[in-house]
């Protein structure tokens, strides 16, 4: 009987996650399905459907929006990136135990650094928004080697918030990354090159942009919109006018999360380049 995978939100129809996985199973031979489950919107809902798989025999699940800090809340064991995010994407059933993991951070650093050709080590790095997005990815690209990284948020508190809890983990004897907060109107963010911009906000599934100056884009050697599907985005667009090298959404990461996701499931990490080129749609 194959395996029982999972993804977990509300709503979840527009999930590309069984898409992905049966992409990967199909690709690594692995003998397994992959279903979307809708947690719905009441409360408890999250739990009952997470107890029901599990006793269904469920092995694991994705777990997207808005129970990744309910997935988190359940687990017996969870990574370092899970605990500072507060929040978790993947879930393991093992020996009675719930393991949590977050993998958006992962997947972020590897579409950059693998699929975009993009080093971080050395960079100086603009995230904009504080809100959980920007959570999952400070660890990750300060374990790369980021040089520098600016949190930059409609509330300057709230950037500023963030970047003190997260300074003692992102500056210790393997990561001396320096790290900051901001207003989109900073003095700061205006000023300061940077050669890697972040888009970590949710402006853009309204079709909207934060309120940052061009100077923060302009020059920079990538743009990065964590959006995906929704082409030329307000940001991207603003991007590319005022000179950003290069432009991605955030497809590439999708796919990279999915593939943690996978081989820490199945002990064998499906190549992704395939997965991204049916995915991907042009940035027009």
């Not at 972020?108 to 650094?113: A, P």
């Not at 082409?231 to 005022?242: I, M, S, W, Y």
Request: proline share 5%; hydrophobic share 50%; glycine share 12%.
């Amino acid at each position: 009987m194959p395996d029982r995978y999972a993804v977990i939100g509300h709503p979840i129809a527009h999930s590309q996650s069984p898409r992905i996985h049966g992409l990967f199973a199909q690709a690594t031979g692995q003998d397994l399905t992959y279903e979307a489950i809708d947690g719905g919107g009441q409360p408890g809902g999250f739990a009952r459907a997470l107890e029901n798989f599990r006793a269904a025999g469920g092995r694991g699940m994705n777990v997207t929006l808005p129970f990744k800090l309910e997935a988190l809340a359940c687990a017996d064991d969870a990574n370092d990136t899970a605990r500072l995010a507060g929040a978790a994407n993947a879930l393991r059933f093992e020996a009675g135990r719930i393991q949590a993991c977050n993998f958006d951070g992962a997947g972020l650093v590897r579409d950059i650094m693998v699929n975009l050709s993009m080093p971080l080590a050395g960079a100086d790095v603009l995230i904009l928004g504080a809100g959980g997005a920007a959570r999952g990815v400070i660890l990750p690209i300060a374990q790369v080697g980021a040089r520098r990284m600016l949190i930059a948020n409609r509330t300057a508190d709230k950037a500023w918030q963030l970047a003190t809890e997260f300074a003692p983990h992102v500056a210790t004897a393997d990561n001396c990354c320096a790290i900051a907060g901001a207003g989109f109107d900073a003095v700061e963010l205006a000023g300061a090159p940077f050669s890697i911009v972040i888009n970590a906000t949710s402006a853009s599934l309204s079709g909207a942009a934060p309120a940052i100056p061009d100077r923060a884009l302009a020059g920079a050697r990538l743009a990065y919109d964590m959006v995906y599907g929704k082409g030329l985005t307000p940001f991207l667009r603003q991007a590319q006018n005022v000179g950003a090298q290069r432009i991605a959404d955030g497809i590439g990461m999708l796919v990279e999360q999915a593939a943690e996701a996978f081989a820490w499931w199945r002990g064998i990490r499906p190549d992704t380049g395939p997965v991204i080129e049916q995915l991907a749609k042009p940035l027009v």
